[in-house]
């Protein structure tokens, strides 16, 4: 009996496991800043994901329903900005506040600053407004972060 249990035991990680074909669902950290009323580009977003950073290839959201990005990721001097960005992400503040908007009484003028996390099945989103003053403490270091990273990225075209 113990064998057989053993034996059980032993192939069960190789029946359980996935297929050459299956990959597990990867999730991309979508974060960024947008304008609806400004002439030029008017969006600034970024998708981190699989260790790469690609910017958006869009100059207004006006263009597409969705975000699309370059193929082409940025230069990798970057990656690692927004692996920081990402691991400062104040996850169990915003998770269960996914699909709002925070801080945005004026989103609509002014504009502000998306952040994302997406899978090929699901996405989920928050719209945060520009007036610091508005943010909530849970999420103000992470926003202090953003911006400056955002500072650091060359300028889009």
């Given at each position: 009996m113990k064998k057989i249990l053993f034996l059980v035991l032993l ?51 006006r263009e597409a329903p969705i975000i699309t990005y370059r193929t ?64 909530p403490e849970e999420i103000r270091p992470f926003m202090e972060k ?12």
């Amino acid at each position: 009996m113990k064998k057989i249990l053993f034996l059980v035991l032993l192939a069960l990680p190789v029946l359980t496991a996935c297929k050459e074909d299956e990959k597990p669902d990867e999730e991309a950290f979508i974060f960024g800043q947008w304008n609806l009323l400004c002439e030029g580009n008017c969006i600034q977003i970024y998708k981190f994901q699989g260790g790469k950073l690609y910017e958006d290839n869009m100059r207004s959201f006006r263009e597409a329903p969705i975000i699309t990005y370059r193929t082409t990721p940025m230069d990798s001097k970057y990656w690692a900005l927004a692996q920081e960005l990402e691991n400062s992400f104040p996850k169990d503040y915003m998770m269960p506040r996914g699909l709002t908007f925070i801080g945005c009484p004026n989103c609509v003028e002014e504009g502000g600053y998306y952040l994302a996390f997406e899978r090929e099945s699901e996405i989920i989103w928050w719209q945060v407004g520009r007036i610091p003053e508005l943010w909530p403490e849970e999420i103000r270091p992470f926003m202090e972060k953003m911006i400056q990273t955002f500072r650091e990225f060359p300028p889009q075209q």
